[in-house]
Each structure stands twice: as structure tokens, then as C-alpha cells.
């Protein structure tokens, strides 16, 4: 019979990480699926939230620029603002959710072992989820605007996996410092608010002078965003924009994978 | 294959005794704020660096599990089981030394975790059952073995917070039972459930030694749960390694020489400096004692009356303050509460009330006290200590015991000395004619 050995040292857990992550594959799954289960069986209205959300935000949103008299790009107001929002609300969940995740299954994590990264990634799976449910609005509102969608759309996914990608390495670093920090939390929900602002989610990222437009690109969202109203038709590609913000969401995800891992070996201990 | 399953070689866990423990959490704010000072200190040429206390939770902790062995560990609070059992659950990281484990490990720490009150039964099973490492297929496999063993068939689609706390215990027990790991870690889950269940988890895990060739590392401060149990056991003393051998032998001399006797607990009340006495504003408890004979006692005549004595300071004016305790035994089973309902009005001070417990009330056992200072509005819960006082109780060689002389194990939680009317005459009727026969 082969066994299983296993040497508990100081330092020693890196080499077994990710085997384990590996044979807990699941567990992303299980904790994903009952953190759903319980807001819809909380949530009166149930699924329809996850649509509702972004609905309210669009209507608010387009309201506002049209006073403002934004420039359109070509394309109806409220297409564009839902291919912005609807990224954006899910990397906005998928970091608050990530970042509190730690803290909010303290009582598991110290009281039970598996790689402690499937928590903060289960909760940006759960924001996925919902962003999956909500992408029935953005069908909508194309519908509605007659915007029919081109060969562009099937270029969606790799978006939405620099959003994820971006979500899960700036989630990573909350729960970390959210962790360690117990005040954090109180600046998190401002940090996002802040987050909305520094996104072209209520304006065009082409509205930005030409000369800092790579600058501005090192926020990942910039790229997610104009990646998404590229896909409905909306926008031009900016191919410097879009590798800076992949490059930047690499980055994140990796340093955010690498802190996590630091922070987790004494994780137990500061719960 | 045989050989050890678990090899610990001079494992060592240390932690980090922070200067002000009322925080429980670092701040980022204190953190900040504690950098510009120290900025500012050097700036200024007034080094000083903070000193921090260590603590060693496990000390040099050295140790060979055989396969298939039931071992118990046994020790005081704080001696370092908790710990160990962590470190050995992968939890913590230890700080020095290295424990080799062969084999799958599943630790049984709390009974429960990961159960969510919303989800019902059949979700719960599969949620924990993930979350203690099993996979789906596997969980499928075992589940109706699972639900029967729990007793839980006609319940398994509510969800779990409307069930008892019974049914609520034997489903988490049940999940982690059919878990089938090499190692199974369990600490201290058998104080919870009936009486009925812990015979019935007792029976499956000495069944899971005995007949699958498993290893069972077991925390109980249960004594008779580690005799029945396991035959060997580990005692632990102040995070170091006292004994290891036959449990029955280990239990005995851990009993005689380390069980927990706390006939005081007091609390600093200084006029400056951190006052971590438990209570809120309005009251703060500061002693709990035992005494017998006017003397503070940690092992009490059971023939004899005693005395509990609750120390404690009003801040403010306060009216029907309630004194209580809450006697347990050793097998958790609740003994008797006292409290004193009679209505007061207490001034800002410090106080002093004493319950006076006559001879013959307790068994002999190890009893632990629970004190508490309420109000009526059961809102505001004042102090609820539990388990701040232990004292053993021993039957003395008395005038008239409640045993008589019979020495053997005598039946009860309680011994109490009631009284017994002397036999009287009552008139029989049939006694003339039977006088005839």
C-alpha cells in the first residue's frame, strides 16, 4: 500500500502546496456552490439580484452622462455603460468578497486544514457566478438597442479571464492584509468606490489625454473594460492599452499569489 | 508496512506574548501610528525597541505513534495538546523541529465545522464532507451510511438550524466518522451529545482502531473516555512531554500529580493600568474561591459543608444583581445551578458573597464551577465565567457516609445526605388471623 508521507517542518509546507491544492479541487467547487445556495435561499428575489444590480446602476448611470453629455462612440449610451458595468460589478464583488472571505471563515480555518487559497478563490468564483447570470442584461439591452453582436463577441471570455485574473490577485492581497489588518475592511469598500472612478466605467478610456493613456492602462480594468465594448462593437481596439493591462493583471495575481502564500503559514495564528 | 506512523522529533511551537493583550487584532491604524513614533524616536536619538514576551505552546516535543495504536493526550488547559493536535492537522506551522506523518490525516478538531445553518442535512453532509478532505464520489458512496448512523433519515432535507443540538452533533460526528483516514485527530468532541451517541462514537472509533488497523490521536480531559478508549497515552505538562506509556497507568499518575485543582481565580482591578476583569460597566467579577474549613481548598471532603465565595466590584449604582453557580462534573453533565434571587441595591464598591453548600450534596468527582453576575433583562449579560473553579471531591471516612460502609462504586452524579424517617409501626390487618395459624 502506498502511503502518503508527509513531513510538517517551518518552512517546509511550499513543496506540498500544490498536490494539495490539486486533491482539494473540490473544495473551490463545494464552497463556491454553498455560499450561492445560502444568498438565494436568503434573497427574496432570489437570482434575479444578480441582474438587478447592474440594471439600477445602468438606468442611474445613464441618466447622469447624458446630462453630462458624454461622447457616444457610436454605439447606444446604455450598451456601452452595461459592457462597463457589468465587468466592473464583477471584479468590485469579486475583490470585496475575496477580501473578506479570510476573516468571515475564520472558525473553518482554524479548525481544519486545506490550501487556504481555495477561500478568497471560491468567493471570486461565487462573483463569477453572478456575473454569468447578469450577462442576460447586457443580452437585453443589445436587443433592445438593436446592437447585434459580431465575430467580436466570442473574444468575451479571454476578457473576462484578464478580469478574473485581476480580481483574484487584488482579492488575494485583501484577504491578506484584511488578515493581518483588522481596520482594513474599512477601507476597502472606499479603495473600490475609488476603483469606479479610476475605470472608464461611466466614461470612454479613449477620453483620456494620449500621452498618459498607458498610464492609466496599468489599472487592469482599463483593458477589461475597452476589451468588453470592443466585443459589443462599441469601441476600437487599443492593442498598448490592452497588453499594459494584461501585464499589469499578471503582475497582481502574481504577487498576489506570493504574499497570500507568505501570510498563510501563520494564518491560524492571526485569526 | 510497518514502522511509526507519526514521528515527532523535537517539535517546538513558540508564540508571541504582545505588550498589550486587550488587543486582540492588529490595527493597520497602530501600525502606522507605531511606525511614525519609532520614526520619530530615531529622528530624535531615543532608541528603545518594543520587547515582546515569548510563550512556548510545545517545547522540544519528541514522540513515535505505532499504526494501528489509539493514544490519548492528557494534560492541563494550556499544556499544549490543542497545539500539537494543530500543528499535526497542518493548522499551524510549528516553529522548530519536524513531525513525520505517513499516511492521510483527518483532524476532528471541533464537531460541526463548516456546517451552515441555513443549508439543510443533505447539503451539510456533502459540504463537510468536502471541506474534511473527502470527494464527492466518496462522500455519495458513504452517504446513506452516514444519515443512518447520525439517525437523521427524516430530516435531511431541513435545514440544520432547526435541528437539536443533538441531531446536530451526531450528523458532524457521523460525517467525520466514515471520513476512513489513516490518522484521525479528534480533540475533545465526545463533551458534546448524549450519553447514548458518545457510546456509540466511542464504540465506532474503537472499532475503527481495532478492526481497520487505524491510528487515533485523542484529546479528552474525559478520563474514563481515555481508559476505555486507547492503551497508550501521551501527558503533556507546560508544552513538554512528561510521560508516554499505558494509559491506564498515565491517567492514574496524571490525576495524582497535574488534574486541575483551581480553588482561586482572581482578576487585577488596579486604579491605572489595564483592567481585564470580566464584566462590562456596570460589574466586574474578581475572585471566585472555594473553601472548606475556612481555608481555601482545592479538594473537598464531600462529608463536610463548604462555601464559594464571589468577590466583586459594582461601578455603578445597580439594582437585583444575581449571583449564581453552575456546578459540572467531570463528564460535563451539569450538576446544579444556585442563584440568589433576592432583590438588592448595590451602591459603586466591592463586594462579597459567599453560597454555603452543606455536606453531602457531591459525588466524588472532579467538579468545575461556572460563576456568574446577571441582571433580570436578559439582554445584558453581565459576567458568565465558565469552568473557573475545579475542585476534586473525595469521600472521607465520615460519622455516617451516604455509602454506609459499602466501599465499591456507588451510584449517582450527587451524593445527598437526604433523611431517612426511622421505620414505624403501621397497623396490619391481617396479623390475628395469621396470629391463629
Known amino acids: 500500500?502506498?502511503?502518503?508521507?508527509?513531513?510538517?517542518?517551518?518552512?517546509?509546507?511550499?513543496?506540498?502546496?500544490?498536490?494539495?491544492?490539486?486533491?482539494?479541487?473540490?473544495l473551490f467547487y463545494f464552497l463556491a456552490w454553498r455560499?450561492?445556495?445560502?444568498?438565494?435561499k436568503q434573497a427574496a428575489i432570489g437570482i434575479a439580484w444578480a441582474v438587478l444590480r447592474p440594471l439600477m446602476m445602468m438606468v442611474v448611470f445613464t441618466l447622469v452622462s447624458r446630462r453630462l453629455k458624454l461622447p457616444e462612440g457610436g454605439v447606444a449610451y446604455p450598451v456601452l455603460i452595461c459592457a462597463a458595468i457589468?465587468?466592473?460589478?464583477?471584479?468590485a464583488s469579486a475583490v470585496t468578497e475575496a477580501g473578506n472571505s479570510l476573516v468571515e471563515n475564520a472558525n473553518l480555518l482554524t479548525k481544519v486544514y486545506f490550501p487556504r487559497v481555495i477561500v478568497p478563490g471560491s468567493a471570486v468564483i461565487v462573483s463569477l457566478v453572478d456575473f454569468l447570470i447578469s450577462t442576460v442584461l447586457l443580452a437585453g439591452v443589445m436587443a433592445w438597442f438593436h446592437v447585434w453582436p459580431t465575430w467580436r463577441i466570442v473574444a468575451l471570455p479571454l476578457f473576462l479571464a484578464l478580469a478574473f485574473a485581476a480580481a483574484a490577485g487584488l482579492g488575494l492581497w485583501f484577504a491578506a492584509l484584511n488578515a493581518k489588518y483588522r481596520d482594513f475592511r474599512y477601507a476597502?469598500?472606499?479603495?473600490?468606490?475609488?476603483?469606479?472612478?479610476?475605470?472608464?466605467?461611466?466614461?470612454l478610456s479613449s477620453l483620456t489625454p494620449e500621452n498618459w493613456r498607458l498610464f492609466y492602462a496599468i489599472n487592469p480594468m482599463v483593458g477589461v473594460i475597452d476589451g468588453f465594448r470592443w466585443s459589443v462593437g462599441a469601441v476600437d481596439f487599443h492593442w498598448p492599452t490592452f497588453l499594459v493591462s494584461c501585464a499589469s493583471a499578471a503582475l497582481l495575481l502574481f504577487s498576489g499569489v506570493q504574499n497570500f502564500r507568505r501570510m498563510e503559514r501563520g494564518l491560524a495564528d492571526l485569526l | 508496512m510497518s514502522g511509526p506512523v507519526i514521528q515527532v522529533e523535537g517539535l517546538s511551537k513558540r508564540y508571541w506574548l504582545d505588550q498589550r493583550p486587550r488587543e486582540r487584532y492588529v490595527a493597520l491604524r497602530d501600525v502606522l501610528a507605531g511606525a511614525a513614533k519609532g520614526f520619530l524616536r530615531r529622528l530624535?536619538?531615543?532608541?528603545?525597541?518594543?520587547?515582546?514576551?515569548e510563550f512556548w505552546a510545545l517545547r522540544d516535543l519528541s514522540f513515535e505513534i505505532p499504526r494501528g495504536e489509539a493514544v490519548a493526550v492528557v494534560g492541563r488547559n494550556?499544556?499544549?495538546?490543542?497545539?500539537?493536535?494543530?500543528?499535526?492537522?497542518r493548522i499551524v506551522e510549528p516553529t522548530a523541529g519536524r513531525a513525520l506523518i505517513r499516511g492521510r490525516v483527518a483532524s476532528l478538531l471541533e464537531v460541526g465545522t463548516g456546517f451552515h445553518p441555513e443549508l439543510t442535512g443533505r447539503e451539510n453532509i456533502f459540504l463537510n464532507g468536502a471541506?474534511?478532505?473527502?470527494?464527492?464520489?466518496?462522500?455519495?458512496?458513504?452517504?446513506d451510511d452516514i444519515v443512518a448512523f447520525a439517525e437523521v433519515e427524516r430530516f435531511l432535507d431541513t435545514p440544520v438550524k432547526r435541528y437539536s443540538s443533538g441531531m446536530y452533533v451526531r450528523l458532524a460526528f457521523a460525517v467525520a466518522a466514515f471520513l476512513e483516514p489513516e490518522i484521525l485527530v479528534v480533540d475533545e468532541v465526545l463533551a458534546v451529545g448524549d450519553a447514548t451517541f458518545q457510546k456509540k462514537c466511542l464504540g465506532k472509533m474503537g472499532e475503527v482502531t481495532a478492526a481497520e488497523g487505524r491510528t487515533v490521536l485523542f484529546v479528552s480531559h474525559n478520563m474514563s473516555a481515555v481508559t476505555q478508549l486507547c492503551r497508550k497515552a501521551i501527558w503533556l505538562k507546560g508544552g513538554k512531554l512528561q510521560a508516554v506509556g499505558d494509559a491506564a497507568t498515565i491517567v492514574r499518575d496524571y490525576l495524582a500529580h497535574d488534574a486541575e485543582q483551581v480553588a482561586e481565580r482572581t482578576w487585577d482591578w488596579p486604579a491605572d493600568g489595564p483592567r481585564r476583569a470580566p464584566g462590562d460597566d456596570r460589574v466586574r467579577l474578581l475572585a471566585g474561591r472555594v473553601f472548606q474549613d475556612a481555608e481555601l481548598s482545592g479538594v473537598i471532603d464531600i462529608n463536610r459543608p463548604m462555601e464559594i465565595e464571589v468577590e466583586f466590584q459594582v461601578l455603578r449604582p445597580v439594582r437585583d444583581l444575581i449571583a449564581g453557580c453552575t456546578f459540572t462534573n467531570s463528564l460535563g453533565t451539569c450538576l446544579f445551578n444556585r442563584c440568589d434571587w433576592k432583590p438588592n441595591q448595590l451602591g459603586p464598591g466591592r463586594y462579597r458573597k459567599r453560597l454555603q453548600i452543606?455536606?453531602?450534596?457531591?459525588?466524588?468527582?472532579?467538579?468545575?464551577?461556572?460563576?456568574?453576575l446577571v441582571f433580570y433583562d436578559p439582554d445584558v449579560g453581565s459576567v458568565l465565567q465558565p469552568d473557573i473553579l475545579h475542585f476534586e471531591t473525595v469521600d472521607s471516612d465520615a460519622e455516617s457516609p451516604v455509602r454506609g460502609h459499602f466501599k465499591g462504586v456507588w451510584p449517582g452524579v450527587l451524593r445527598l445526605g437526604l433523611p431517612w424517617a426511622d421505620a414505624e409501626r403501621i397497623p396490619d390487618p391481617a396479623a390475628p388471623l395469621r396470629a391463629n395459624l
Not at chain 1, 86 to 91: A, G, I, K, S, V
Not at chain 1, 188 to 203: E, M, N, R, T, W
Not at chain 2, 78 to 89: E, F, P, W
Request: no cysteine; proline share 5%.
Open chain 1, 1 to 26: 500500500m502506498l502511503e502518503p508521507e508527509l513531513v510538517i517542518e517551518a518552512g517546509r509546507t511550499e513543496r506540498q502546496y500544490w498536490r494539495d491544492l490539486w486533491r482539494y479541487r473540490e
Open chain 1, 35 to 40: 455560499d450561492i445556495l445560502v444568498r438565494y
Open chain 1, 86 to 91: 457589468l465587468p466592473w460589478q464583477f471584479f
Open chain 1, 188 to 203: 476597502l469598500p472606499f479603495l473600490i468606490q475609488l476603483g469606479l472612478y479610476a475605470s472608464p466605467v461611466l466614461y
Open chain 2, 44 to 53: 530624535s536619538g531615543r532608541g528603545g525597541s518594543t520587547t515582546r514576551d
Open chain 2, 78 to 89: 494550556g499544556a499544549g495538546k490543542s497545539t500539537l493536535l494543530k500543528i499535526l492537522s
Open chain 2, 131 to 143: 471541506i474534511l478532505g473527502m470527494r464527492r464520489a466518496e462522500i455519495r458512496r458513504k452517504f
Open chain 2, 358 to 372: 452543606p455536606a453531602q450534596v457531591f459525588a466524588e468527582d472532579r467538579v468545575s464551577v461556572l460563576i456568574q
